[in-house]
């Protein structure tokens, strides 16, 4: 039985925790945004003060310089509400990046004495799901032109990043499936937070990076590759462990006519999927400024010992939206696959092709000894292809099927082949011409579940629910809600899920959170004590319950409830997650520093 999901979304939930102040009531963010805008999900208010410090530590009378970025609104995500400084500031500035500095200069301060400067800000911040659609793509045009030039820090006509960017994208010339591509290549090198930052020729020569190298690396490739990008920065609020919370860089990229989509390859090495930090952030993510070459938060005039940065943090409002932001798809539709599966002979060869214990050769075998009596069977040509290793195997099956005369059977395989291969826009255009039956929006629903287009997955997954449900099909319309932080929908999905596939816990689990996180606690209590009751040896619902408690400051009972869980059993990684978190959660200081 799979616990894949349930885990997924606690660590989801940890990402988010939040100390100390019960949630307000559930309450939508806003109006639908248009198919080009963010979907507006989760709503959090911040209240943030940043204290600069410098101290004099020499002999002698000393003059210091202070640059203090100001965060700005962006793009609907985030609004600031209101900026105070202390003491008042000489003057403010914009830099070449479009910061807004506050700029302090102190001359002559006695040895020994210190200077301090405040910014102290409210920031809304909003979940925000961009849902773009590959197909409706555009070449980025003269607005953002500017973006795709070098500048400090960023190489973008440097000959070895060219190549490499070249290297990456392949013949992929949708400028969204190449930044697909460019993100999972950064995503994919390895990471040391205590590294220090370097250059784009160190990180691909070491292929080890911490945050700003991985997000200026991937701004560098981005234009490389003709699509503009920018490097943002600020700080990844940790609320309930507060000394993880930390200062992080992450990218941005103009895709048309989507606007700036967010990107964070650091945290999207740490994700299960691409989804969470493609195209997506978090309410965890607050911007304070822009540009690799800026300097950020800057001093002049002391040494870095004599210099402290430190950062407040009070939690003032969330809310969650109480409906649904995308399709939702209905798990009602027909549970009856017999149609879609062949007959007599043929079947007993699918049956046969799809037992895990039989070796590959064998199993391709039978899928084409079973095609040759059900030629146009979709569910054979799927085994086939998944029989098949990747390689010259692959390759030799798609040249194979491209041969005329072409048939549906044979665009989808090749489809589900290019897919594999991760040729999106060519996995498109094939999967689209093979029809529109159920393993056609099946493989589509994977498609744009892969490659972060949210709203399409929603249409595919509804659309192919109407003609039949799977497991795997109710797993990943949950997986996409979940992924988002779309409560409402998870909510309404797990709840159909959890009807159809009663013997499988996470649907229940992935429903008890989502009504927690909707402010419905006393509903998702409820629901956890009736899985206590069904599932007396599992602990995972407790430890769940915990965790979500946590998220609203009740620490006392989430101790509780987490020891309950570890009491009552949890698999060997669930008890390594829960145990090491009910330390953290003891060793919590009564109120944060």
């Known amino acids: 039985m799979s616990r894949v999901l349930p885990l997924f979304l606690l660590l989801v939930a940890l990402a988010a925790c939040t100390p100390g102040r019960v949630p307000e009531a559930p309450h939508p963010p806003g109006a639908r945004t248009s198919p080009q805008g ?3 999900l989760e709503e959090v208010t911040w209240k943030l003060r940043w ?3 410098c101290r004099n530590s020499g002999s002698k009378p000393n003059s210091v310089r202070v640059e203090m970025p100001l965060p700005q609104d962006r793009g609907g995500w985030q609004t600031v509400r209101q900026t105070s400084l202390q003491p008042a500031p000489d003057r403010q500035v914009t830099d070449s990046f479009g910061n807004r500095l506050a ?5 002559e301060i006695p040895a020994g004495a210190s200077v301090q400067a405040r910014v102290e800000t409210v920031v809304q911040r909003r979940g925000a799901a961009f849902c773009p659609d590959a197909s409706q793509v555009r070449s980025p045009g003269s607005g953002p032109a500017r973006f795709l030039v070098a500048e400090p820090g960023i190489l973008a006509d440097d000959p070895v990043i060219l190549r490499t960017a070249a290297a990456v994208v392949g013949d992929e010339h949708n400028p969204y499936y190449r930044l697909v591509r460019l993100y999972d290549f950064v995503r994919g090198l390895d990471y040391q937070l205590t590294r220090p930052s370097q250059d784009d020729h160190e990180s691909l020569a070491s292929r080890v990076v911490q945050c700003s190298d991985a997000a200026g690396l991937l701004v560098s490739l981005s234009r490389a590759a003709g699509i503009p990008a920018r490097y943002v920065a600020g700080v990844f609020l940790r609320p309930e462990t507060p000394q993880l919370r930390i200062a992080h860089a992450w990218a941005e990229a103009w895709i048309e006519p989507y606007g700036w989509l967010p990107m964070d390859p650091t945290m999207g090495r740490f994700a299960d999927t691409r989804t969470t930090r493609l195209g997506q952030l978090d309410p965890a993510y607050v911007v304070a400024w822009e540009g690799r070459g800026s300097r950020g938060f800057a001093v002049q005039g002391a040494r870095d010992s004599e210099v402290g940065l430190v950062l407040h943090q009070e939690l003032v409002s969330r809310r969650a939206p109480s409906t649904p932001s995308l399709t939702l798809p209905s798990l009602t539709g027909s549970r009856d696959l017999t149609p879609m599966l062949p007959t007599g002979r043929a079947l007993e060869l699918l049956k046969k092709a799809m037992d895990p214990g039989l070796d590959p050769p064998s199993r391709i075998r039978a899928c084409r000894e079973g095609l040759k009596l059900a030629p146009e069977s979709k569910a054979l040509m799927r085994a086939l292809v998944v029989a098949s290793p990747a390689g010259p195997a692959r390759q030799a099956l798609d040249a194979e099927l491209a041969r005329p005369p072409s048939s549906s059977n044979a665009l989808f395989g090749r489809g589900l082949l290019a897919l594999e291969d991760e040729r999106w826009t060519q996995a498109e255009d094939l999967l689209r011409a093979a029809g529109e039956d159920f393993p056609v ?4 629903a994977d498609l744009f579940i892969r490659t972060c287009q949210p709203r399409r997955a929603s249409e595919a997954l509804a659309q192919a629910t109407r003609q039949a449900v799977t497991f795997r099909l109710a797993q990943s319309a949950a997986n996409l809600f979940a992924d988002l932080g779309d409560w409402a929908g998870l909510a309404r999905v797990a709840e159909e899920a959890a009807r159809i596939y009663p013997a499988s816990p996470e649907f229940e689990l992935a429903r008890a959170q989502a ?3 909707l402010g419905d606690q006393d509903a998702s209590e409820a629901l956890v004590a009736r899985m206590r009751i069904a599932r007396p040896g599992d602990g995972l619902p407790d430890a769940m319950l915990g965790l979500l ?11 509780q409830l987490l020891r309950r869980g570890l009491r009552t059993g949890l698999d060997p990684a669930e008890r390594d997650f829960f145990a090491d978190l009910a330390r953290q959660v003891q060793e919590m ?4 520093p």
């Open 515 to 517: 009504l927690f996180r």
């Open 38 to 40: 963010p979907l507006l």
């Open 441 to 444: 929006q099946h493989a589509l």
């Open 51 to 53: 204290e600069i410090t």
């Open 549 to 559: 408690h946590l998220e609203n400051g009740r620490r006392d009972r989430a101790l």
């Open 103 to 107: 700029v302090y200069e102190w001359n």
């Open 589 to 592: 200081p009564d109120q944060e």
